[in-house]
């Protein structure tokens, strides 16, 4: 199979809509920035058919994806080997490049939310001299202190009065 890569600047213009997760749509990308976004789709040259998608925010010399959602990243649609996903991203860099950009980030999501594909884009990405800053595995942040304290003090007196009137049941552990 032979590819290409289409390239398309602004999220209005022939994007394509068959995203995996809601951070790639382009109503989310829209709504983390109006304008500034870089599309580069993996398209197998013959039957026209995109096989992989990362879109980036570009400001200044730096490219984001996503800009604010807490993961966007690739989308891998259809099988790619190795090689071919390593041969996407380093297109798609050169053309960053033309566009001035000297720094990438990239927020992928988390193994877990797609367990059934083997990782071919972290290996391309270690394979490409890509630097890994930080591994998150969930969203949500746990931290010791009560729920109590971590809320406003005038929120805190709203639910001291709420459970005069209401029943609460606190739930320590779960498993």
């Not at 990308?29 to 398209?43: D, M, S």
């Not at 993961?71 to 033309?98: A, D, N, P």
């Not at 990405?125 to 998150?136: K, M, S, T, V």
């Amino acid at each position: 199979m032979k590819f290409h890569l289409k390239h398309t600047i602004g999220i209005d213009s022939a994007f394509s809509p068959d995203a995996q997760f809601l951070f790639n749509t382009a109503p989310h990308l829209r709504l983390q920035a109006g304008k500034g976004w870089q599309v580069f789709e993996y398209v197998e040259s013959t039957r026209n058919i995109i096989y992989a998608r990362i879109s980036f925010l570009i400001k200044g010399s730096e490219a984001r994806s996503p800009m604010k959602a807490p993961f966007g990243s690739v989308e891998i649609y259809r099988k790619l080997t190795q090689k071919q996903v390593e041969e996407f991203v380093e297109q798609v860099e050169q053309q960053l490049r033309i566009l001035a950009v000297k720094k990438i980030f990239i927020r992928h999501h988390p193994d877990c939310y797609d367990e059934k594909k083997p990782n071919v884009w972290r290996t391309c990405l270690r394979n490409l001299q890509f630097q890994q800053a930080i591994d998150i595995t969930s969203i949500i942040l746990v931290d010791g202190r009560s729920f109590e304290k971590k809320i406003k003090i005038s929120e805190r007196q709203k639910l001291h009065k709420a459970a005069r009137v209401l029943t609460f049941e606190r739930v320590n552990n779960i498993e």
